[in-house]
């Protein structure tokens, strides 16, 4: 297992705050009290087994779903009864598990339209292509090439989406994201599908991207990537936080180790201290 790298949480400072939420579809419990906070600075990671109620967490946040109970905050700003397109303003964005990219643009056009918020066109400029519009398109794709380098594809700025392998896809998906300017960026299972050398690229580049200032809280399946990346985890079981801490803390957890193998395999497993 690559021992974590630490980015730095800064001590004290909350970005984003879940505080006792719960969710309930019909008589069905997806959530029970939930809370953890995630530091602003640094990557935290939410992990747990399917069906353990990980994306309904991000889509809670987003907006896409209201909690039947708790409170969930953003630099101390209620997030409750907000439009998804009002937390993307605040500085939240997101990727998503099943890919959503628009194959028919090119790259560079697909990042620009994670920009919209900010290309503030009047009907005039847009209709007559004044100065001012042809100067915010300029910087909009000149910031979209910038995006895509972090991510490893800007020579590929002018091919269609279409061409891409699925882990490039992925990668122009967190590209789109970035153009939104977040402060923190939800991550919803970045390295599903991917083989292994795609997964060691996606973990450099996350850890760059974190270096630039970015706050990231990623769901994800894979424990290695997880506990590779990660500074702080939580863990996530049947609709509960069972444990928090520390990649190295989580992976003795008896309880965690129980939830991802069994009773019967997390007793066998207890004396090597970390779920496979």
């Known amino acids: ?94 990727t998503f598990q099943n890919i959503r990219v628009f194959k028919e643009m090119t790259l560079a056009q697909n990042v620009v339209v994670g920009m919209h918020a900010q290309l503030d066109y009047g009907i005039g400029e847009l209709m007559f292509a004044l100065p001012g ?42 590209a789109r994201a970035l153009a939104t300017r977040p402060r923190l960026l939800l991550l919803d299972e970045p390295v599903a599908g991917m083989n292994s050398a795609e997964k060691v ?15 990231i809280f990623l769901i994800e399946h894979d424990m290695r990537f997880v506990m590779g990346l990660c500074d702080r985890v939580a863990v996530l079981n049947f609709g509960r936080i069972i444990a928090e801490g520390a990649p190295d803390e989580i992976q003795r957890n008896p309880d965690v180790i129980e939830a991802y193998l069994g009773r019967d395999d997390a007793d066998e497993a207890a004396p090597s201290g970390a779920p496979a």
């Open 1 to 94: 297992m690559v021992a974590a790298q630490t980015f730095g949480f800064r001590d004290g400072v909350v970005m984003l705050r879940l505080a006792e939420v719960s969710k309930h579809f019909g008589g069905m419990s997806v959530l029970q009290d939930v809370s953890f906070d995630v530091p602003e600075g640094g990557v935290f990671g939410l992990i747990g087994p399917n069906g353990a109620g990980k994306t309904t967490v991000l889509n809670l946040i987003t907006g896409l779903v209201a909690p039947s109970g708790g409170a969930l905050t953003f630099d101390g700003a209620d997030l409750r009864g907000r439009k998804p397109h009002r937390i993307t303003r605040m500085g939240i964005a997101r």
């Open 133 to 174: 519009f042809r100067a915010r398109e300029r910087a909009a794709r000149e910031r979209a090439h910038e995006l895509l380098s972090w991510v490893g594809l800007e020579s590929k700025a002018l091919d269609l989406a279409d061409n891409l392998s699925y882990g490039e896809q992925r990668k122009l998906e967190l």
């Open 201 to 215: 690229e996606l973990m450099g580049e996350i850890r760059r991207i974190s270096g630039r200032g970015y706050t």
